[in-house]
């Protein structure tokens, strides 16, 4: 944040998450309709930089960029930065498929829409699992159809739920929806694969994960040739002399 007095490294963390936590639902209300998926933090000696991540880019700037100086602004005089100590830049979304927070958004807009919600959770679904996901969950709990409230799952591939690999590998995000008859919740979670480059997915693999390599071709080691004999032994005409007596005292 923009406060230089010194303070504990405790307090220090919690404001750090305050900001974080005031400044994502700030951006999240603003930026909804514009396919916002999150914002990264970045202080640098000079200013503070904040990347919006967004599926529609060019929204976000606005006409000559007017919006994102707007916003700007409204940050620098909220968390009382000193003039130009904060910048925003808006970031495209690599692949919207695999970011669950530009999921949860789109089906949130669908049943806004009016759009049926098995066809609407149906419909998010297949675009995941087409995007290259390992693996999808969608929950839409609340008042569907009749008074009573319940919950549908849906679900598609292979998804984890404990362990370290859940940090990893599941990225969530929860959204409700304010209808008429009530407030519908969100809930979408979806697997990434794995990926050696990191551009998909994580780089580290599942700790379940084996894998079985191909043998290697036999390979034919010469024999070594066989010592030769050893030549027979040949009497020789030696005359070997015979050994004296011993005298018998």
Same mark, same amino acid.
């Given at each position: 944040? %923009?406060?230089? @007095? &010194?303070?504990? /490294? /405790?307090? #220090?963390?919690?404001?750090?998450?305050?900001?974080?936590?005031?400044?994502?639902?700030?951006?999240?209300? =603003?930026?909804?309709?514009?396919?916002?998926?999150? %914002?990264?933090?970045?202080?640098?000696?000079?200013? @503070?930089?904040?990347?919006?991540?967004? @599926?529609?880019?060019?929204?976000?700037?606005?006409e000559?960029?007017?919006?994102?100086? =707007?916003? @700007?602004?409204?940050?620098? #005089?909220?968390?009382?930065?000193?003039?130009?100590?904060?910048? !925003?830049?808006? =970031?495209?979304?690599?692949?919207?498929g695999?970011?669950?927070?530009?999921?949860?958004?789109? !089906?949130?807009?669908?049943?806004?829409?009016?759009?049926?919600?098995?066809?609407?959770?149906?419909?998010?679904?297949?675009?995941?699992?087409?995007?290259?996901?390992?693996?999808?969950?969608?929950?839409?709990?609340?008042?569907?159809?009749?008074?009573?409230? #319940?919950?549908?799952?849906? /679900?598609?591939?292979?998804?984890?739920?404990?362990? &370290?690999?859940?940090? =990893?590998?599941? $990225?969530? %995000?929860?959204?409700?929806?304010?209808?008429?008859?009530?407030?519908?919740?969100?809930?979408?979670?979806?697997?990434?694969?794995?990926?050696?480059?990191?551009?998909?997915?994580?780089?580290?693999p599942?700790? $379940? !994960?084996?894998?079985?390599? &191909?043998? /290697? $071709?036999?390979?034919?080691v010469?024999?070594?040739?066989?010592?030769?004999?050893?030549?027979?032994?040949?009497?020789?005409d030696? $005359?070997?002399p015979?050994?004296?007596?011993?005298?018998?005292?």
């Amino acid at each position: 944040m %923009a406060t230089a @007095t &010194q303070m504990s /490294k /405790k307090r #220090k963390f919690v404001a750090d998450g305050v900001f974080f936590a005031e400044l994502n639902e700030l951006l999240m209300r =603003e930026l909804a309709e514009d396919g916002y998926s999150g %914002a990264e933090v970045r202080v640098t000696p000079m200013r @503070t930089e904040i990347i919006i991540r967004a @599926t529609r880019t060019q929204n976000v700037l606005g006409e000559k960029g007017r919006r994102i100086r =707007e916003l @700007t602004s409204v940050v620098q #005089k909220r968390f009382k930065f000193p003039e130009k100590g904060v910048e !925003l830049y808006a =970031e495209k979304v690599a692949n919207r498929g695999l970011c669950s927070t530009a999921q949860a958004e789109s !089906l949130r807009y669908k049943l806004l829409g009016g759009l049926p919600v098995r066809r609407a959770c149906y419909g998010v679904l297949r675009f995941v699992m087409e995007s290259g996901a390992k693996g999808c969950e969608v929950i839409v709990s609340g008042k569907l159809r009749a008074q009573r409230a #319940k919950a549908m799952k849906f /679900k598609d591939g292979y998804m984890i739920s404990s362990g &370290q690999p859940v940090n =990893e590998y599941i $990225d969530s %995000a929860v959204r409700h929806v304010l209808l008429r008859q009530g407030v519908l919740g969100i809930k979408v979670k979806i697997m990434l694969d794995w990926d050696p480059k990191g551009k998909q997915g994580p780089m580290t693999p599942l700790p $379940d !994960l084996v894998t079985i390599h &191909q043998p /290697k $071709d036999d390979e034919y080691v010469r024999r070594a040739p066989e010592i030769e004999a050893a030549p027979p032994l040949v009497p020789t005409d030696i $005359d070997v002399p015979a050994m004296p007596a011993l005298a018998v005292a």
